[in-house]
């Protein structure tokens, strides 16, 4: 497609991904099955295009005020995901030079909202907790994530998955933290790969996977995903249990459960069990009360931990959605709680930023829930072996709290809890 008509198309996109009424994957992809005579390389462009403004919105919308013509055309042309040799011949001459003023600003001169893109609710808190270093979060937010896989272990090492890659031209290197983890160089096309179709590997951030780890599902064990979604976790936690024991899928969802059936069917796992349900107190849940050894909650939540892959939640999301969300959150994690025998293990996990979602609500269990004890995160993950593991957590180490800019994953925050004898 010329450089033209896909700036074209770009503009054609991005205004309705900016309306924000829906994720922008699936605005997105609703427009790609619009447009079928659009190629592999031209999708990728304009997918590319459309998170480039909504990672940088608010300084392209400041930069969009001057030029001329359509502001989704200008808007595109700024996050237009070519090199310039290939935009430069769609504009014309006004266009190029509006463009080489645009690039001639210095950050320095740009307001402060410009630099870090965020909402002014999101940015408030985020600088509270960082100081100083909310520039370096801020800016690692604005980037895009590494593609990082788990290796399912069950079935290959991952030295041998990694070697197996390297001799198809896929580059990788273990990941620091996940014993089971590999961090690609590049994003290629997975699915056809031997090592995906047969299940020895599953796209999977390294902050989910210690997500996993901490649960420390043992075989035989008995044990639940309350929150599962498609099934990344479960995945984890199942190969942890070398298909042992049972290991329970709870979600809300019958949709996204549906996800996990063609994972499970590569995974070679045996002792996944999905159960959809209509909330935390569901009947089907009653006659586990107090049996199980292990649950981890993945609690729903706003998900601002994953800007680097879902840049238009920042926009999406807002501080009254933060507060319902922690509402449920406490509600689930108390539902999920009941299911644990004495001496069970609990682990409340999110993928937000926020202390609401996140410290708050683990205080809140804690002082509600004397029958269950705090565990040390760091002290749990130095006994397995995971490296500085003081540094993926709160200071004297009582939460795992990631964060991309200091450890390259996603945002992540999971308590722990012991329920007492």
């Given at each position: 497609m010329h450089p033209q008509a896909l700036l074209d198309t770009a503009s054609d996109l991005l205004p309705r991904v900016l309306r924000l009424d829906h994720p922008a994957d699936?605005?997105?992809?609703?427009?790609?099955?619009?447009?079928r005579q659009l190629g592999p390389r031209e999708r990728a462009t304009l997918a590319e295009t459309v998170y480039a403004?909504?990672?940088?919105?608010?300084?392209?919308?400041?930069?969009?005020?001057?030029?001329?013509?359509?502001?989704q055309r200008r808007l595109a042309i700024l996050g237009f995901a070519a090199p310039r040799d290939v935009l430069m011949p769609a504009l014309i001459e006004p266009e190029k030079a509006w463009l080489a003023a645009c690039d001639a600003v210095a950050p320095g001169e740009l307001p402060p909202a410009c630099r870090h893109n965020l909402p002014a609710w999101l940015a408030e808190p985020l600088q509270t907790q960082w100081g100083e270093q909310f520039d370096a979060l801020a800016e690692a937010l604005l980037a895009p994530a590494p593609l990082d896989l788990r290796v399912n272990t069950m079935l290959?090492?991952?030295e041998l998955v990694a070697k197996d890659l390297r001799g198809l031209g896929i580059e990788s290197t273990l990941t620091p933290y996940s014993p089971w983890g590999l961090r690609l160089?590049?994003?290629?096309?997975?699915?056809?790969l031997d090592a995906f179709t047969r299940g020895a590997i599953e796209v999977q951030d390294e902050g989910s996977q210690l997500l996993a780890l901490l649960l420390q599902a043992q075989r035989g064990e008995m044990v639940a995903d309350f929150c599962a979604g498609a099934g990344g976790k479960t995945l984890a936690i199942g190969a942890a249990m070398r298909g042992t024991g049972r290991l329970?899928?709870?979600?809300?969802?019958?949709?996204?459960?549906?996800?996990?059936?063609?994972?499970?069917?590569?995974?070679?796992?045996?002792n996944v069990h999905p159960v959809a349900i209509a909330h935390e107190r569901d009947q089907r849940l009653q006659r586990l009360a107090a049996k199980l050894d292990r649950v981890l909650v993945d609690a729903p939540c706003s998900g601002l931990g994953t800007l680097r892959r879902n840049p238009d939640l920042k926009w999406r999301q807002s501080p009254e959605?933060?507060?319902?969300?922690?509402?449920?959150?406490?509600?689930i994690l108390a539902g999920a709680a009941r299911l644990l025998k004495p001496g069970g293990r609990l682990v409340y996990a999110t993928c937000s930023l926020l202390p609401a979602e996140n410290e708050d609500v683990a205080r809140a269990f804690g002082a509600a829930h004397p029958d269950f004890a705090p565990l040390n995160a760091a002290e749990l993950l130095r006994a397995l072996k995971v490296p500085q593991a003081d540094t993926l957590c709160?200071?004297?180490?009582?939460?795992?709290?990631?964060?991309?800019?200091?450890?390259?994953?996603?945002?992540?925050?999971?308590?722990?809890?012991?329920?007492?004898?």
């Open positions: 699936a605005v997105v992809s609703r427009f790609f099955r619009e447009q403004v909504l990672r940088r919105k608010l300084l392209y919308e400041h930069l969009a005020r001057a030029g001329s013509g359509p502001r290959q090492k991952r160089a590049a994003k290629p096309s997975l699915r056809k329970y899928a709870f979600d809300v969802s019958a949709h996204r459960l549906e996800a996990l059936q063609p994972r499970l069917a590569r995974s070679g796992l045996a959605a933060v507060q319902a969300l922690a509402a449920a959150q406490r509600a709160t200071p004297g180490g009582a939460h795992l709290r990631l964060w991309p800019h200091r450890h390259a994953t996603d945002g992540f925050f999971a308590a722990i809890w012991q329920r007492k004898r």
